[in-house]
């Protein structure tokens, strides 16, 4: 049997899921190994060659002579491109898909991950720092109102159709119960989660390499928080 093209590498957090649901929503054949936080395998020396940044996700295609993508909005913009797929050829829609990409990259993600991070990992561990957590809990409401208004009228992020926009989005926007950040009045983002909930290829690849109810607000889940709350003593940011 051959092997798959594409060996992911990731871990079960918002940035690792990202290329995961692509995978599993795309029907592509893949290989994916885990990479263990607990053991700072993100900063061995083997995963720092693929990775420079020393965190997850990575891909490697073996399809294309081993070529290396890390930084997720560009390993989704690359497999949309090599698969054909969630990524519209028409120009302008093209653009809008990229733009919402950023939007999440620089903002949803960065300001939740800095909620989460005071919230989850600062203040379980005695340093309660209540303007940083307001400023980002602030910031990441504002944003995810940003989002309530684009899915005002529309099913998906750009044009008519799931797209890598939403597929970036959906993780990080989605566990605002992990972030603390309230979406009361968000009509159109709920709306928005309660269909990409729905896909199944988005249900199978939460569960890899394991699911973590505690981001979505299921479960409170002790050993998890206290897992979680220890990434204080390293440098393990999310
Ligand atoms: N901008 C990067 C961020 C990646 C990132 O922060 N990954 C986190 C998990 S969500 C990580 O690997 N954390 C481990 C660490 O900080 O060492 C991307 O989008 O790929």
């Not at 940035?15 to 053991?39: C, Q």
């Not at 566990?175 to 199978?204: C, M, N, T």
């Not at 394991?210 to 709350?229: H, S, Y």
């Amino acid at each position: 049997m051959p092997q798959p093209d594409i060996h992911l590498f990731t871990a079960s957090t918002m940035n690792g899921w990202k290329p995961t649901i692509f995978l599993e929503e795309a029907g592509v054949d893949y290989d994916l190994t885990p990479i263990d936080f607990s053991t700072k395998e993100q900063k061995s020396d083997w995963y720092m060659k693929l990775n420079p940044n020393g965190r997850i996700p990575t891909i490697v295609d073996r399809g294309n002579s081993d070529f290396v993508v890390f930084e997720s909005g560009a390993i989704l913009w690359y497999l949309a491109e090599k698969y054909g797929q969630f990524l519209s050829a028409n120009p302008d829609l093209k653009s809008e898909t990229l733009q919402w990409i950023m939007f999440q990259m620089g903002g949803i993600g960065p300001m939740m991950g800095q909620a989460m991070y005071f919230q989850r990992i600062a203040a379980p561990n005695g340093q309660e720092e209540p303007f940083s957590i307001q400023r980002y809990v602030d910031e990441s409401r504002r944003l995810l109102e940003v989002l309530n208004g684009r899915l005002k009228g529309r099913e998906f992020l750009v044009g008519d159709s799931f797209s890598i926009a939403d597929i970036a989005t959906y993780p990080w926007a989605r566990a605002y119960p992990w972030a603390k950040v309230s979406i009361d009045g968000l009509d159109h983002l709920a709306a928005w989660f309660e269909r990409i909930d729905a896909r199944p290829g988005v249900q199978r690849a939460l569960q890899k390499p394991k699911p973590v109810p505690a981001f979505w607000g299921d479960a409170d889940d002790a050993e998890f928080l206290k897992e979680n709350a220890g990434r204080f003593s390293s440098d393990v940011k999310t």
